[in-house]
Nanobody
Framework: QVQLVESGGGLVQPGGSLRLSCAASGTFFSINVMGWYRQAPGKQRELVAA???????NYADSVKGRFTISRDNAKNTVYLQMNSLKPEDTAVYYC???????????????WGQGTQVSVSS
């Protein structure tokens, strides 16, 4: 099992910045991909950004150039630096980890509890 604990959400004005953190703990063989998803009221959950253990990244078009995902493999922690925030970035942000329980197992998805990000003047 993997437990994910998020922090760093809050209320910020348009154009402001926030940094989200997500620390993974528990018993696992490896965490292959860590990422951030978000869900706004009345909308489906969508991928914001993801990063592999090797450092390859993927971003939603809507956040490219504004958000940066990074990862500290030694700490099993993923970060999301969010700059130039817009009201449309308002959502609950969820941390995700795709992890293996042992060398031979499949990848399993684990989710954090979510952290609210609100962008408003």
């Amino acid at each position: 099992q993997v437990q994910l604990v998020e922090s760093g959400g809050g209320l910020v004005q348009p154009g402001g910045s926030l940094r989200l953190s997500c620390a993974a703990s528990g018993t696992f063989f490896s965490i292959n991909v860590m990422g951030w998803y978000r869900q706004a009221p009345g909308k489906q959950r969508e991928l914001v950004a993801a990063i592999t253990s090797g450092g390859s990244t993927n971003y939603a078009d809507s956040v490219k150039g504004r958000f940066t995902i990074s990862r500290d493999n030694a700490k099993n922690t993923v970060y999301l630096q969010m700059n130039s925030l817009k009201p449309e970035d308002t959502a609950v942000y969820y941390c995700n980890a795709a992890a293996k329980r042992n060398y031979f197992s499949s990848l399993y998805d684990f989710w954090g509890q979510g952290t609210q990000v609100s962008v408003s003047s």
